[in-house]
């Protein structure tokens, strides 16, 4: 197997220019990339030296074909860890595994964040993650981080990932896992993370992530949507591991839920939006659909779905509207994100909404945790 396609796609090089770096013709390059074709030595070698890449990171032996051996329990750390979405997701995958899994660290600046997942998780995480000693973090085999995306200054001497992302909160994550080398990492951003910067700052974290850190690595765009949650919420996933692997990101998912099964019957008349602004929704569209999520954009157009668009932390206070009439509960907004109704809310409505605006889809990385631990075990 090769990830010859994936790595040149993330420098940004087309197929041409490659075979034209390599000197082979683009219809072979082509077929080493559908994996048709094997290279020679020689002709790898200079795949990855025009990739900037170790040969292991770009042909990937798997011909071993040992089962996962997972340590008892799996231990893991919950950076940047909100109200819990990882720690939620970790758990179901682990269920689903039949392996035993234990948080041995977390850490949130936020301090309503902290009381939510104190008091849903028996434990109050860690404060300002850039000024934790990693050395001091109990040793874990897997990191969990829905990191904030930062853009990075690449400096001139490029002397690794300290200088590459010094100052970013990913600089963070990258030095706990130079000192603590986990076996494996799970990291989740927004859709943007790909275009941030001009492709600048996910290609860093790459590089630093196989190169500077010497971890396999695959990433990929998913949608909530796709895994059962009727919320249009895209996120970028990366996941790396010690042990080579290929990450099949073909999910089947028979499971689905709707509106229906996420939207609460009694709701609290404070919810409701002003009959004024009720009117003038309706007055300028028309839903097809019963129960729906009207939506306004930035640009003020009305558009209405059988799911909710994407929760955000800032959005304007009538950002999304259940059948043009009135908000989200907190309840709901954090079932759209997969939460159980067993979360316990111990926070305003609007710290509620901030945190689910800012949290992950539990269903979506539950699924990509249970697909990759068997891979980096």
Known sequence: MNKVKEIRKERGMSQTLLAEKIDISRKYLSMIERQIAAPSVSIALRIGGALGVSLDKVFID??????????????????????????????????????????????????????????????RPAGDITKVDAAEIPDFDVLFAGFPCQ?????????????????????????????????????????NLASHDHGKTLKTILEVLRDELDYHVAYNLLNALDFGLPQKRERILIVGSK?????????????KKTLNDILEQDVDPKHFASPEIVEKRKARHKATQTPSIWHE???????????SCALRAGA???YLLVNGERRLT????????????????????????????????????????????????
Not at 77 to 101: E, K, N, T, W
Not at 152 to 170: E, N, V
């Open 62 to 123: 798997l011909t071993s074909g040992t089962p996962a051996a997972y340590p008892q329990p799996i231990k893991f750390i919950d950076l940047f860890c909100g109200i819990g979405g990882f720690r939620y997701a970790a758990q179901a995958a682990f269920s689903h595994l039949g392996v035993p899994g234990k948080c041995v660290f977390s850490s949130d600046i936020d301090r309503f964040a902290q009381e939510s997942y104190a008091a849903n998780f028996g434990e």
């Open 151 to 191: 853009s990075f200054s690449i400096c001139g001497l490029q002397k690794g990932f300290a200088d590459t992302t010094r100052g970013t909160l990913f600089f963070d994550i990258a030095r706990i896992i130079k000192e603590k080398q986990p076996q494996a990492f799970v990291l989740e951003n927004v859709k």
């Open 243 to 255: 042990k080579p692997f290929v990450m099949d990101w073909s999910f089947e998912i028979k499971e």
């Open 297 to 307: 954009n930035k640009s003020g157009n009305i558009s209405s779905y059988p799911y």
């Open 316 to 318: 304007s206070y009538n």
């Open 330 to 377: 907190p309840r709901e907004m954090l079932r759209l994100q997969g939460f159980p109704d067993s979360f316990k809310i111990v926070v305003s409505d609007a710290q509620t909404r901030k945190q689910a605006g800012n949290a992950i889809p539990v269903d979506l990385v539950a699924k990509v945790i249970e697909r990759f631990l068997p891979l980096a075990f």
